[in-house]
């Protein structure tokens, strides 16, 4: 019998809703495998900034530095809550970055999936869509804007001023690309590398390793895109795109358009890994305006846990029944209220009903 242990940190706003359904499928995952899952919650994020002060309390750091695998949901306030927790203790700087940077969570994949069936969430017309929506961005994680050093202060003229640093170095990108052509060998062979290289000295660097690397994977195609084109293209023919890969804020970006693309952000899970520890979260925030309601969709929380099934436990074939279960239960006519409007002709369910559906297919599904 295997027995992991999973740090639960169910986050802010919608997040503890969204993890219950999620954790429910882990239920079932349990029963029909010859595994167990030691649950271990802490609190992380806005709510843990208001127990303790701190927004990654040492009792959280404690726990995941324990756990096998990381499942967090969102975190984060509205724009008016947050300016009552100091700048860097609100949730994203206090917790989620210094999370980030603790496992060193480098590779950040976020598959962009739609299949042609449910082609009807996406705001793209269907011959756009073709047969399908299929694509993953691998996005570098812990470098980048997000990770330089910043200043603020007051300049020689007496203004305000901001200063922030962009910074790679070979060894960070050349980690990366590994895992962007790795994952481009396993699927289409074909490799997106999404730059700025006219205007950003980061992008030549980034371009130039890319070359390197690329030596090793002769069978994998490089296109090579500005990343503003990129988003163009990633609208008018997404179909193109197979893996691509770009550094940390490209990625933060090109990703929310991928979900923009499916209809619905609540349809980005993600994993993130380090070399020695990976955790898994949506894409997407914590929208605390829809908290309470039962009408957050699971679909990236329980993706998330697809996602950990695959990566850390390697559990392929059940991480596939899961996204099967949820695609089913889409299939059957049923949506959740960010995807379709009333009266669209699907049936409107909440969290929990969406939860219930995926547990009910996937008990249906032959073990493997
Ligand atoms: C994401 C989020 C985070 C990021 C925020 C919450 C700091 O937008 O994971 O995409 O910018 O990386
Ligand atoms: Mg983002």
């Known amino acids: 019998m295997k027995h992991y242990k999973i740090a639960v940190l169910a986050g802010d706003g919608i997040g503890p809703e969204i993890t219950k359904e999620a954790l429910k499928v882990l239920k079932v995952i349990e029963e029909r495998n010859d595994v167990t899952f030691e649950l271990m919650p802490a609190s992380f994020g806005a709510c843990a900034y208001f127990e303790t002060g701190n927004a990654f309390p040492q009792a959280t750091i404690d726990i995941c530095d324990q756990a096998d695998a990381i499942l967090k949901g969102p975190i984060g306030l509205s724009h008016e809550e947050a300016k009552k927790i100091p700048i860097d203790q609100q949730p994203e700087r206090g917790a989620l970055l210094p999370m980030r940077r603790r496992y060193n969570t480098y590779a950040n994949f976020r598959p962009v999936f739609l299949p042609k069936s449910l082609a009807h969430f996406s ?152 070399p020695d520890k990976a955790y898994y979260e949506p894409s997407h925030g914590s929208a605390p305006d829809i908290a309470g309601k039962n009408i957050a969709n699971p679909y990236s929380m329980i993706g998330s846990v697809a996602m950990m099934l695959e990566n850390s436990f390697d559990m392929m074939a059940e991480a596939k029944n899961v996204w099967e279960a949820m695609q089913g239960v889409f299939a059957d006519g049923y949506s959740t209220a960010d995807l379709s409007k009333p009266g669209s002709g699907v049936t409107m369910i909440g969290t929990e009903q969406f939860g219930d559906k995926v547990v009910e297919k996937l008990r249906e599904m032959p073990k493997a």
């Open 123 to 274: 705001p793209l017309k269907p011959e756009i869509i073709g047969e399908g929506i299929d694509l993953i961005i691998v996005r570098e994680l812990v470098g980048g804007l997000y990770f330089g050093e910043k200043e603020m202060g007051i300049n020689d003229k007496g203004l305000r001023y901001v200063r922030e640093t962009l910074e790679y170095d070979e060894e960070q990108i050349r980690r990366i690309m590994h895992e962007a052509f790795k994952l481009a060998s396993k699927r289409r062979k074909l490799l997106h590398n999404i730059h700025k290289s006219n205007v950003l000295k980061s992008s030549v660097l980034w371009n130039e390793v890319m070359e390197e690397v690329a030596v090793e994977y002769p069978d994998v195609q490089v296109v090579n895109f500005l990343v503003d084109a990129a988003a163009t293209a990633l609208c008018l023919k997404p179909t193109q795109f197979d893996v691509m890969v770009m550094e940390n804020m490209f990625g933060d970006i090109l990703s929310d358009q991928g979900g923009g693309i499916l209809g619905s952000l609540g349809l980005m899970p993600s994993a993130c890994i380090g």
